[in-house]
């Protein structure tokens, strides 16, 4: 493995994926990877010779086996036709209102999940940054669908990364926690898990307490910052900086896998946070320049204009690609008063929280930072010094 800035960036397409529909109503939108991709080749961000585009046309047979059970894979294919149902998928959550059949399911799951191995054997291959925007679905247990997840793209990922030597801390900033990852390394030290997410008092999968910090031989590499809803930048980045970063440093990983999910922006019709993109840029910034070798996965974002826009972000940043300041286009962004800064039209307006609702959110995120520290960080510090 070379690592080293020579090898390019690798932005991972599948364009059947955009096609697919979960149902006329659901949230979750396929579409955002072709409107992502398309966003990115206007600004000619998918040309050069820092950037690479794979296209994923075909998913890999046996994948899904490498993380789910036969009888929930099964259940999974059967429900491909988008018409039968029957008692076993329901069992697995396959045709419930979050999780429904629809046509092409398993093909729409196990392509995914190919993008995400697929990119995560270009980082093995010498690759500093891969990007699969289809990806990240962190609620997918290894026998049931939750949260508008099929298949775990993100441990096949993880999994293909760790069987290489690779040492792993997996990095989740979407307004729900990551409960399927959490619970796939719960007992190990092998692989760091951080979620950052709305708290599970107010938000979907209802759990990712500061207090669950993994158990036996992995207690203390499980971390979870549940923040208040109304959080906003200025709070995201204190806990970005004084616990994800803290724990980073402290693990020391070869690569990061990253769940990055836009569902954290104020203006998600799902969620209760308020970050923006500048928030969510500025903390991706803060991780590359530490860790160059960033295995990237999209997440959630139920606003299509969040996703467009923070994925375009990202995916500059990944390949170390500028942004024209001030591109008009045709695109439609909403513009910002400076246009000096990179991409700013593509930049959110600020939104801050105020008065005394932002000192308690302050406060409660204060609360976290020394929950860490005194809970968390000693058992990694001595985890490592055993290394
Ligand atoms: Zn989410």
Redesign the pocket.
Known sequence: MTGGSKEPAVFVNSSRLGAFRFSPEHPFNPERVTRVFHMCEARSLLSGPRVSVVDVETAEDGLLARFHTPEYIEALKRANGGTEIDVEMLHHGIGSAENPIFKGVYDFSALSATASLVASRRILAGADTAFNPCGGF?HAHPDRAS?FCYVNDIAIAIDELLAAGMRVAYVDI???HGDAVQEAYYETPAVLTISV?ETGKTLFPWGGSEQEIGLGAGKGYNVNVPLEPGADDDVFLVVFREIVMEALRVFRPDVIVGQF?T?TFATDP??HLRFTNNGYIQAIELLHASYPRILALG???YNMRDVEQGWTLLWAELAGLELEPGYGGSLGGVFLMDSSIPGSNLRDMHVYTTGPEKDRLMASARELVRNFEIEIEPLIRRGQAKN
Do not use: I, Q, R
Request: charged share 15%; proline share 0%.
């Open positions: 962190h949260g979407d307004a729900h997410h999910g569902d799902l969620t997440g959630g974002g």
